[in-house]
Nanobody
Framework: VQLQASGGGLVQAGDSLRLSCAASGGTFNRYLMGWFRQAPGKEREFVAFISRNGATTDYSDSVRGRFTISRDNAKSTVYLGMNSLKPEDTATYYC?????????????????WGQGTLVTVSS
């Protein structure tokens, strides 16, 4: 399984951005998908996850109401829509796959990881 994240960049506070993560080498709709992020000097933290069929989602408190996770199983792609971006959202964002369909906020529960895409939000 390979995950390729894209869509990061430099934006201003209040702007929007959409990240994509394309999967290959596996049966995409058998995986729960998650997004995590890691800011410089900080530990990796949970952002959101979405179940195999997209019916169940969860978000960290810091992004709930501003970010939206979605997936297109026909395209083997998961998305993270980010609105009202803040400087504290600056981080490298990683997508991850979990074989189990049980939602989890713990990075250790995920089996495959993408390479990350950098999002920088200026004030």
């Amino acid at each position: 399984v390979q995950l390729q994240a894209s869509g990061g960049g430099l934006v201003q506070a209040g702007d929007s951005l959409r990240l994509s993560c394309a999967a290959s080498g596996g049966t995409f709709n058998r995986y729960l998908m998650g997004w995590f992020r890691q800011a410089p000097g900080k530990e990796r933290e949970f952002v959101a996850f979405i179940s195999r069929n997209g019916a169940t989602t969860d978000y960290s408190d810091s992004v709930r109401g501003r970010f939206t996770i979605s997936r297109d199983n026909a395209k083997s792609t998961v998305y993270l829509g980010m609105n009202s971006l803040k400087p504290e959202d600056t981080a490298t964002y990683y997508c991850a796959q979990r074989t189990s369909n049980l939602g989890s906020r713990w990075s250790d529960d995920y089996d495959y990881w993408g390479q990350g895409t950098l999002v920088t939000v200026s004030s």
